[in-house]
């Protein structure tokens, strides 16, 4: 299960003129019974949410004040988020006639038009403070409190993440909420702008577009609308045209294979980097110890100690922290077993919380063997997001590779890696349209959902790999990749052998050599094939394009 948590703005969504109706009511006890969490994030002041929402107790936390408190209505606490507001800053506005003006305990609100004077007042008194809108109304917070700031504190206090939260919205104030969470979504009366950039929007419009939503999250857990939400996929590789290919985030099974010392452990870093960045949590069991160092990484256990399922599972409980869980100091027979007894405890946590996104398994073929007889229901749990790394794909269950649904090839006999896969597995490959090839960063990946056969991608380096390239490109010497100065008649030979160099010979060369090489596109090229930083040769094309410069 894959969304775990909504949360929903109050006035102009959940509520029409103030007060929710007894479906919307409804539909959101079906969506708590369901084990889900809700949560009300609004810019209403708490007093005044509680005298009008009896439904409070509904959600397990409200974030009111755009973000500036926490309650628990369980227990019936708060918490602030942000410094009050000075009263000197109040009287300030209502001396330059603000009127009317709401204080809450982090909040002060007024209406437009006097949006103008409250920048005046703030920029004279030298403050830290932001306005924010809500279409008529303008809220005035500390610098970065707002709706995504709240909801990060609630999420915190349930143990979720927000790749497992739905949000919903109206108006402008729930942007950041909604650009925050794995989904977000705006009902029908929304302002155009944010339906603009909401992943989704519903088809009714008020209370009736929250139920509209409930519905389909306990229906489908949002299948149908997440298969058309691209920006948190992870970047794989580009193909021979520059395109990117991507992972899914969620529900891929990903099989990483080839011979040792192939850079199957580099390629496997380098997504297992992109995921940490992007926020989702990771569980890597690691046999052989050959990912000590992983960066944003937690690694439990060494050669002289092994990790408990105990220590495990406390630190993945909490979402921020991944883990690398290192059986070097396990015997070799009893690594599967271990295995086996920590998959269950995994996938009980991805119930109740739906971490760990991704596992991770390397030497996949010892710790996942073929089975005689049908597969024990812990090994079948062996769902989600999973990536598989192993030399030997043949000795890996079969029931497991079957489930896969992206194979990557690494080194050498890529066709015959992924010719072998689809035999073991069960499932047609076509020989694609390239052959693959064994050089370092090249690839043969296949894609289940495109059914379009493998194709070669150079893939993204680690973080390290980028950072060598970088320093190599500003500082070192890119030998017969080196740019060389020549100008028209071919009188000039001044070689630059790295980005620091060519700057300061750039300086240096007459306007008709630097002319020269520009209108034939010579900086861009050599940006793209040398350096291999498009961005920096896509911005030197355009420069080259534009005849107006001198």
């Known amino acids: ?30 969506f708590a019974a369901s084990g889900r969490k809700l949560l009300l994030v609004t810019g209403r002041q708490l007093d005044d949410l509680l005298d009008i929402s009896p439904q409070i107790d509904l959600f397990d936390r409200v974030v009111a004040e755009n973000g500036g408190v926490l309650y628990r209505p369980a227990t019936k606490e708060e918490k602030l988020l942000a410094e009050p507001p000075s009263e000197q800053f109040v009287n300030n506005l209502r001396l330059h006639g603000v009127q009317p003006i709401s204080v809450g305990r982090c ?12 920048v005046k007042v703030i920029r004279e008194m030298g ?45 402008e104030n729930d942007h950041a909420m909604l650009k925050y969470s794995e989904c977000g979504v705006a009902v029908r009366n929304s302002l155009p702008s944010l339906i603009e950039r909401a992943d989704f929007a519903t088809l009714n419009d008020h209370g009736a577009g929250v139920s509209e939503l409930i519905d389909l999250i306990l229906k489908s857990d949002l299948q149908e609308v997440s298969a058309t939400i691209c920006r948190h996929d992870i970047p794989l590789g580009t193909t021979s045209d520059g395109t990117i290919k991507c992972l899914r985030p969620f529900g891929t099974g990903l099989l990483l294979a080839g011979p040792s010392g192939s850079g199957k452990s580099t390629t496997a870093l380098g997504i297992i980097e992109r995921l940490i960045e992007a926020g989702y949590q990771i569980c890597l069991i690691d046999p052989e110890g050959d990912y000590q160092s992983v960066p944003g990484a937690v690694t439990l256990g060494n050669a002289q100690k092994a990790p408990t399922i105990d220590e495990i599972m406390q630190l993945l409980k909490k979402p921020k922290e991944n883990a690398v869980v290192n059986l070097l100091a396990l015997p070799l027979d009893d690594r599967p ?19 760990p996104h991704w596992l991770i398994v390397d030497e996949a073929h010892h710790l996942l063997p073929p089975l005689i007889g049908p597969p024990s229901p812990a090994l079948m749990r062996v769902s989600g997001s999973t990536m598989l790394i192993t030399v030997h794909p043949d000795q890996v269950s079969k029931a497991v590779l079957s489930s896969l649904d992206v194979v990557v090839a690494v080194g050498k006999d890529q066709q015959a890696t992924m010719q072998n896969f689809s035999r073991l597995a069960g499932t047609p490959i076509s020989d694609g349209a390239n052959g693959g090839n064994d050089e370092a960063g090249n690839v043969l990946a296949w894609f289940k959902a495109t059914d379009s056969g493998p194709m070669s991608l150079q893939v993204l380096p680690t973080r ?23 100008g028209p008649e071919a009188k000039l030979k001044l070689r630059a052998q790295n980005l620091s160099i060519f700057l300061q010979m750039a300086e240096g060369v007459d306007d008709e050599t630097w002319n020269f090489h520009l209108r034939r596109g010579d900086y861009s090229r050599w940006f793209r094939s040398a350096i291999k930083d498009e961005g920096l040769a896509a911005d030197a094309e355009a420069v080259e394009k534009d005849e107006r410069l001198d």
């Open 337 to 355: 077993p271990f295995f086996e007894k920590l998959l269950p405890h995994l996938q009980d946590l991805r119930t109740q919380k739906g971490r």
């Open 107 to 118: 909040i002060v609100a007024t209406w437009v038009p006097h949006e103008t004077t409250v």
């Open 127 to 171: 403050l830290e403070l932001q306005v924010i809108f809500n279409k008529g109304a303008v809220m005035i917070l500390p610098a970065g409190v707002n709706k995504a700031s709240g909801l990060r504190a609630a999420l915190a206090e349930l143990g979720l993440s927000k790749h497992n939260v739905v949000s919903v919205g109206d108006a």
């Open 1 to 30: 299960m894959r969304y775990l948590a909504l949360a929903c703005d109050y006035d102009g969504t959940l509520a029409t003129h103030g007060k929710v109706d007894d479906e919307t009511v409804s539909a959101l006890s079906k």
């Open 464 to 486: 390290s790999e980028r950072r060598r390239h970088q320093r190599k490109y500003a500082e070192g010497d890119l030998g017969g990749e080196s740019f060389t100065f020549q």
